[in-house]
Protein backbone atom coordinates (compact mmCIF):
# COMPACT_ATOMS: atom_id res chain seq x y z
CA UNK A 1 0.00 0.00 0.00
CA UNK A 2 2.87 2.68 0.41
CA UNK A 3 2.89 2.99 -3.54
CA UNK A 4 -0.62 4.52 -3.18
CA UNK A 5 0.11 6.15 -0.02
CA UNK A 6 3.18 7.88 -2.41
CA UNK A 7 0.60 8.44 -4.83
CA UNK A 8 -1.57 10.59 -2.80
CA UNK A 9 1.50 12.41 -1.30
CA UNK A 10 2.82 13.29 -4.62
CA UNK A 11 -0.67 14.34 -6.00
CA UNK A 12 -1.59 16.70 -3.53
CA UNK A 13 2.01 18.47 -3.26
CA UNK A 14 2.59 18.68 -7.27
CA UNK A 15 -1.05 20.18 -7.29
CA UNK A 16 -0.51 22.90 -5.31
CA UNK A 17 3.30 23.65 -6.29
CA UNK A 18 1.67 23.64 -9.88
CA UNK A 19 -1.88 25.73 -8.94
CA UNK A 20 -0.35 28.35 -6.38
CA UNK A 21 3.60 27.92 -5.52
CA UNK A 22 5.21 28.16 -9.41
CA UNK A 23 2.61 30.39 -11.01
CA UNK A 24 2.88 32.62 -7.86
CA UNK A 25 6.80 31.57 -6.81
CA UNK A 26 5.20 31.55 -3.47
CA UNK A 27 5.70 29.47 -0.58
CA UNK A 28 2.85 30.60 1.08
CA UNK A 29 1.14 27.47 0.92
CA UNK A 30 3.90 24.89 1.81
CA UNK A 31 2.99 24.20 5.17
CA UNK A 32 0.00 24.25 5.10
CA UNK A 33 -0.36 21.78 1.94
CA UNK A 34 2.62 19.48 3.93
CA UNK A 35 -0.45 19.18 6.87
CA UNK A 36 -2.95 18.33 4.36
CA UNK A 37 -0.86 15.88 2.72
CA UNK A 38 -0.46 14.17 6.17
CA UNK A 39 -3.76 14.33 7.03
CA UNK A 40 -4.70 12.69 3.67
CA UNK A 41 -1.98 9.98 3.66
CA UNK A 42 -3.63 8.79 7.52
CA UNK A 43 -6.73 9.00 6.70
CA UNK A 44 -5.93 6.51 3.18
CA UNK A 45 -4.46 4.13 5.05
CA UNK A 46 -7.30 4.21 7.44
CA UNK A 47 -9.93 3.80 4.70
CA UNK A 48 -8.14 1.71 2.38
CA UNK A 49 -9.32 -1.13 3.17
CA UNK A 50 -12.79 -2.52 4.70
CA UNK A 51 -11.92 -3.43 8.34
CA UNK A 52 -12.32 -2.76 11.87
CA UNK A 53 -9.52 -1.06 13.35
CA UNK A 54 -8.10 -1.47 16.68
CA UNK A 55 -7.56 0.82 19.35
CA UNK A 56 -3.59 1.01 18.70
CA UNK A 57 -4.54 1.83 14.82
CA UNK A 58 -6.92 4.86 15.77
CA UNK A 59 -4.86 6.01 18.88
CA UNK A 60 -1.61 6.46 16.40
CA UNK A 61 -3.65 7.79 14.18
CA UNK A 62 -5.64 10.22 16.25
CA UNK A 63 -2.20 11.02 17.81
CA UNK A 64 -0.87 11.82 13.63
CA UNK A 65 -3.38 13.91 12.97
CA UNK A 66 -3.23 16.27 16.55
CA UNK A 67 0.07 16.64 15.61
CA UNK A 68 -0.24 17.68 12.12
CA UNK A 69 -2.77 20.06 13.02
CA UNK A 70 -0.88 21.71 15.29
CA UNK A 71 2.53 21.88 13.38
CA UNK A 72 0.66 22.64 10.60
CA UNK A 73 -1.36 25.96 12.07
CA UNK A 74 1.97 27.04 13.70
CA UNK A 75 3.61 27.04 10.69
CA UNK A 76 0.92 29.02 8.64
CA UNK A 77 0.41 31.36 11.45
CA UNK A 78 4.12 31.90 11.24
CA UNK A 79 4.27 31.84 7.49
CA UNK A 80 1.22 34.67 7.33
CA UNK A 81 2.89 37.01 9.83
CA UNK A 82 6.59 36.97 8.11
CA UNK A 83 4.81 37.08 4.83
CA UNK A 84 7.38 34.78 3.18
CA UNK A 85 10.66 32.74 4.23
CA UNK A 86 13.41 33.36 2.86
CA UNK A 87 14.81 29.69 2.96
CA UNK A 88 12.51 29.71 -0.02
CA UNK A 89 14.56 32.50 -1.73
CA UNK A 90 17.34 30.74 -3.56
CA UNK A 91 15.20 27.52 -4.76
CA UNK A 92 11.93 29.97 -6.14
CA UNK A 93 14.55 31.04 -8.71
CA UNK A 94 14.10 27.52 -10.74
CA UNK A 95 11.37 25.99 -11.06
CA UNK A 96 12.68 22.67 -10.91
CA UNK A 97 14.70 23.57 -7.40
CA UNK A 98 11.37 24.83 -6.64
CA UNK A 99 9.66 21.69 -7.08
CA UNK A 100 11.88 19.68 -5.59
CA UNK A 101 11.03 20.99 -2.47
CA UNK A 102 7.77 20.06 -2.89
CA UNK A 103 8.58 16.84 -3.86
CA UNK A 104 11.08 16.12 -0.73
CA UNK A 105 7.79 17.42 1.17
CA UNK A 106 6.04 14.82 -0.14
CA UNK A 107 8.93 12.11 0.83
CA UNK A 108 8.93 13.88 4.24
CA UNK A 109 5.17 13.07 4.76
CA UNK A 110 5.46 9.32 4.11
CA UNK A 111 8.90 9.06 5.68
CA UNK A 112 7.28 10.49 9.38
CA UNK A 113 4.28 8.14 8.69
CA UNK A 114 5.68 4.85 8.17
CA UNK A 115 4.54 3.59 11.08
CA UNK A 116 1.41 4.78 11.46
CA UNK A 117 0.88 3.59 8.07
CA UNK A 118 2.41 0.65 8.79
CA UNK A 119 0.09 0.02 12.18
CA UNK A 120 -2.67 0.58 9.66
CA UNK A 121 -2.16 -2.00 6.89
CA UNK A 122 -1.67 -4.82 9.41
CA UNK A 123 -3.86 -7.13 10.88
CA UNK A 124 -3.85 -5.70 14.98
CA UNK A 125 -5.21 -7.96 17.37
CA UNK A 126 -2.62 -7.76 19.45
CA UNK A 127 -4.27 -6.24 23.15
CA UNK A 128 -3.08 -3.00 24.02
CA UNK A 129 -0.81 -3.73 27.07
CA UNK A 130 1.66 -1.35 29.20
CA UNK A 131 3.26 -0.71 26.25
CA UNK A 132 1.03 1.37 24.49
CA UNK A 133 0.57 2.82 27.21
CA UNK A 134 3.89 3.84 27.73
CA UNK A 135 4.09 4.79 24.12
CA UNK A 136 1.43 7.07 24.42
CA UNK A 137 2.31 9.08 27.43
CA UNK A 138 6.07 9.44 25.78
CA UNK A 139 4.04 11.02 22.62
CA UNK A 140 2.28 13.10 24.90
CA UNK A 141 5.70 14.43 26.79
CA UNK A 142 7.12 14.99 23.03
CA UNK A 143 3.91 16.75 21.96
CA UNK A 144 3.39 19.01 24.69
CA UNK A 145 7.05 19.82 24.49
CA UNK A 146 7.41 20.52 20.77
CA UNK A 147 4.39 23.10 21.66
CA UNK A 148 6.08 25.04 24.05
CA UNK A 149 9.14 24.72 22.53
CA UNK A 150 7.49 26.46 19.39
CA UNK A 151 5.47 28.75 22.01
CA UNK A 152 8.77 30.30 23.09
CA UNK A 153 10.28 30.58 19.77
CA UNK A 154 7.08 32.33 18.70
CA UNK A 155 7.24 34.66 21.72
CA UNK A 156 11.08 35.17 21.06
CA UNK A 157 10.43 36.06 17.75
CA UNK A 158 8.02 38.72 17.84
CA UNK A 159 9.94 40.90 20.64
CA UNK A 160 12.14 43.82 17.82
CA UNK A 161 14.67 43.38 20.69
CA UNK A 162 15.16 39.73 19.28
CA UNK A 163 15.84 40.56 15.82
CA UNK A 164 19.11 41.58 13.74
Given amino acids: QLELYAVVALSIQ ?84 FMGAWTIQALWVLLIQTPVLLVNDTDDNIPSSAIDALAAAGWIVGFCTEFLADVQKFTFRADPANRH
Avoid at 23 to 52: K, N
Fill in 14 to 97: WAVFFLHGLPRRSEALYDLSGSATHLAVVVASLVSEQRVRSPRQILCAVASIVWLTRLGTFLYVRITKDAKDERFDSLKKSGIT
